[in-house]
């Protein structure tokens, strides 16, 4: 069955220095893997995806993601944190059987000081 | 703002009560899925609606259930509610839900009180 894992439940750091917000993966088959992000009272917005295509997936707000294969992981990365990044962040795989259905991860918190 | 709208925000009522939540999904998009969030549960699937059709189930209760209209819009039904239904529900909605892997861009939620 398909599974997300997130290491972390609540990552913290500092403006300006980088963001690690780990994920791994369980497919039987290449996966597609999503990362989305729910501020506070909003909704949750797509930050980046990846599909077979380039491992290295830039997505919006500076964020990008790195598939690799033989270690299962699709981890997260910003080089520098704004505050404005503090949300949290969910890591999903979508569904085998060709109906689009998402599995979601537990996400992480992140908190951003100044 | 993604285009997927529901209504109403919040939604705040009584054990063995029944509710309605609605979405409206991005112009255009034939498939709208159903999500809940809840403290104890995570993020999870409920159901997805296909151009008026049911398409895929997830965990979703028995005493709940969904339709999607000729006008594509959805509404959840959620009946005989439980403490345990409080949650925030989200509808997401993508321009196919096939086989191939389109977006799903989500709506705002509705927070959902069950007292």
């Known amino acids: 069955a398909q599974s997300v894992t997130q290491l972390d439940s609540h990552v913290s750091v500092s403006e300006g220095t980088p963001v690690l917000l780990r994920c791994n993966y369980s497919s039987s088959y290449s996966p597609s893997l999503f990362w989305y992000v729910q501020h506070p009272n909003k909704g949750l917005q797509l930050l980046l995806k990846?599909?077979?295509?380039?491992?290295l997936v830039k997505g919006i707000n500076g964020f990008e993601a790195e598939f690799k294969k033989s270690e299962t992981s699709f981890h997260l990365t910003k080089p520098s944190a704004h505050m404005s990044d503090a949300a949290e962040y969910f890591c999903v795989v979508r569904s085998p059987g060709g109906y689009n259905k998402l599995i979601f991860g537990a996400g992480t918190r992140l908190a951003v000081h100044p | 703002d993604s285009g997927v709208t529901q209504t109403p925000k919040h939604l705040i009522t009584a054990t063995g009560q029944r509710v309605t939540l609605r979405c409206s999904p991005r112009?255009?998009?034939?498939?709208v899925y159903w999500y809940q969030q809840s403290l104890d549960q995570g993020l999870q699937f409920l159901i997805q609606y296909y151009n008026g059709e049911e398409r895929a189930k997830g965990n979703i209760l028995e005493r709940f259930s969904a339709q999607q209209f000729p006008d594509l819009h959805s509404e959840l039904n959620l009946s005989s509610l439980e403490l345990g239904d409080s949650a925030l529900y989200f509808c997401?909605?993508?321009?196919?839900?096939?086989?191939?892997?389109?977006?799903?861009?989500f709506g705002p939620g509705t927070r959902l009180t069950v007292l």
């Open positions: 112009s255009g998009d034939l498939s």
């Open positions: 990846y599909t077979s295509a380039a491992t």
């Open positions: 997401a909605s993508s321009v196919e839900g096939g086989l191939h892997t389109d977006t799903q861009y």
